[in-house]
T-cell receptor, first 115, second 114 residues
Framework: NAGVTQTPKFRILKIGQSMTLQCAQD?????MYWYRQDPGMGLKLIYY?????ITDKGEVPNGYNVSRSTTEDFPLRLELAAPSQTSVYFC????WGQGRGDTQYFGPGTRLTVL | KNQVEQSPQSLIILEGKNCTLQ??????????LRWYKQDTGRGPVSLTI?????NTKSNGRYTATLDADTKQSSLHITASQLSDSASYIC?????????????FGTGTRLTVIP
């Protein structure tokens, strides 16, 4: 299994541009998550999905959109990029929700800089 | 307010020495607590998961402890190796439904030097 894969690894955007961060998992996991990690801060949940066609907001959803048309893929869309969105973005997945003690698997991250 | 605090922020130790990292939390109601290892430029990797009834769990040279009464956890690393250099993140999960129930600490940055 490849686990959780993310593309691209790095990206520089200009203010106002848009882009999609790709995330895919091949473990048949129900749950998928998007986090951002700012320097010196804990991971913050942006959006999550409990299955294909079902998504919900996390702690910091503003400026982002997601979709989950298949079990495997969970892309994160940034519209009108702002410098405040400069961060490292991690996608993660798990079979069950975290309240059941299930292991969460993380992708390698995408480092995004907005100038 | 649900919070997870880790100490120290950073730590430098000699290869072969032991060390202990601390995690204090105010998250309630408690479901489980995890420790993750995050290498530079990589995603976090799970080390241990402990529920309310577990007070010790080991994974090789890593041993996590949990005191649910005092809301404290520690991660002890034995006979450190250069590859242990990483950030160690404590995550506490509540019993709420959905995924808005994970609370991440800011991590302890461990550097092991030869």
């Amino acid at each position: 299994n490849a686990g959780v894969t993310q593309t691209p690894k790095f990206r520089i955007l200009k203010i106002g541009q848009s882009m999609t961060l790709q995330c895919a998992q091949d473990m048949n996991h129900n749950y998928m998550y998007w986090y951002r990690q700012d320097p010196g801060m804990g991971l913050k949940l942006i959006y999550y999905s409990v299955g294909a066609g079902i998504t919900d907001k996390g702690e910091v959803p503003n400026g982002y959109n997601v979709s989950r048309s298949t079990t495997e893929d969970f892309p994160l869309r940034l519209e009108l990029a702002a410098p405040s969105q400069t961060s490292v973005y991690f996608c993660a997945s798990s079979y069950w929700g975290q309240g059941r003690g299930d292991t969460q698997y993380f992708g390698p991250g995408t480092r995004l800089t907005v100038l | 307010k649900n919070q997870v605090e880790q100490s120290p922020q950073s730590l430098i130790i000699l290869e072969g020495k032991n060390c202990t990292l601390q995690c204090n939390y105010t998250v309630s109601p408690f479901s489980n607590l995890r420790w993750y290892k995050q290498d530079t430029g990589r995603g976090p990797v799970s080390l241990t998961i402990m529920t309310f009834s577990e007070n010790t769990k080991s994974n090789g040279r890593y041993t996590a402890t949990l005191d649910a009464d005092t809301k404290q956890s520690s991660l002890h690393i034995t006979a450190s190796q250069l590859s242990d250099s990483a950030s160690y993140i404590c995550v506490v999960i509540t019993v709420q439904t959905g995924a808005n129930n994970l609370f991440f600490g800011t991590g302890t940055r461990l550097t092991v030097i030869p």
